[in-house]
T-cell receptor, first 115, second 114 residues
Framework: NAGVMQNPRHLVRRRGQEARLRCSPM?????VYWYRQLPEEGLKFMVY????????ESGMPKERFSAEFPKEGPSILRIQQVVRGDSAAYFC?????????????FGQGTRLTVV | AQSVTQPDIHITVSEGASLELRCNYS??????LFWYVQSPGQGLQLLLK??????LVQGIKGFEAEFKRSQSSFNLRKPSVHWSDAAEYFC????????????FGQGTELSVKP
């Protein structure tokens, strides 16, 4: 039973380019969460998605960032026109349900570097 | 606002010594509490979790944590630290009506002296 799969593991983009980060949840999990970890900081919640629905996007920056979790395929976190401040580790987690006491399983993250 | 505080940014202990990592949360309702460990360049691994019941929770790798409602704390402990325990430790809380969304503390980096 594969865990949460994120790709790529490392991504380098020039300022102004687009970054696409992918997350395949664990088998049987229909809830996905994205977190961002800036250097020397903890993880900050960005967005919570179910299949074809955004449940909570309270942590998403207002511009340039978007996320989706289509009916088929992985969840995608998209960052348009990247800037140096977007350099961070982006972690995806998945859970089998959306109840409060569910355990979320984390992927190994995508480390984005903007040059 | 909901928040999680890990007062110690960096802790160094000798191998074989006991360990306690502190975690405090702010919220009136009973939270759901987690401790995760992150090795350099890796993802997060769940050490233990508290949802309800016995306030002393046992986890993997010999770790335990105790939920103290009166102190809004969920401190992580280990009686004897091994060199392989050197890593970053994160406390996290989840809340009613927020699904599986977690709020993380800023982390405590643990170094282990031989």
């Amino acid at each position: 039973n594969a865990g949460v799969m994120q790709n790529p593991r490392h991504l380098v983009r020039r300022r102004g380019q687009e970054a696409r980060l992918r997350c395949s949840p664990m088998k049987g999990h229909s809830h996905v969460y994205w977190y961002r970890q800036l250097p020397e900081e903890g993880l900050k919640f960005m967005v919570y998605l179910q299949k074809e629905n955004i449940i909570d996007e309270s942590g998403m920056p207002k511009e340039r960032f978007s996320a989706e979790f289509p009916k088929e395929g992985p969840s995608i976190l998209r960052i348009q026109q990247v800037v140096r401040g977007d350099s961070a580790a982006y972690f995806c987690a998945s859970s089998p349900s959306g109840t409060e006491n569910t355990e979320a399983f984390f992927g190994q993250g995508t480390r984005l570097t903007v040059v | 606002a909901q928040s999680v505080t890990q007062p110690d940014i960096h802790i160094t202990v000798s191998e074989g010594a006991s360990l306690e990592l502190r975690c405090n949360y702010s919220y009136g309702a009973t939270p759901y509490l987690f401790w995760y460990v992150q090795s350099p360049g890796q993802g997060l691994q769940l050490l233990l979790k508290y949802f309800s019941g016995d306030t002393l929770v046992q986890g993997i790798k010999g770790f335990e944590a105790e939920f103290k409602r009166s102190q809004s704390s969920f401190n992580l402990r280990k009686p004897s630290v091994h060199w392989s325990d050197a890593a970053e430790y994160f406390c996290a809380v989840g809340y009613y009506n927020q699904g599986g969304k977690l709020i993380f503390g800023q982390g405590t980096e643990l170094s282990v002296k031989p």
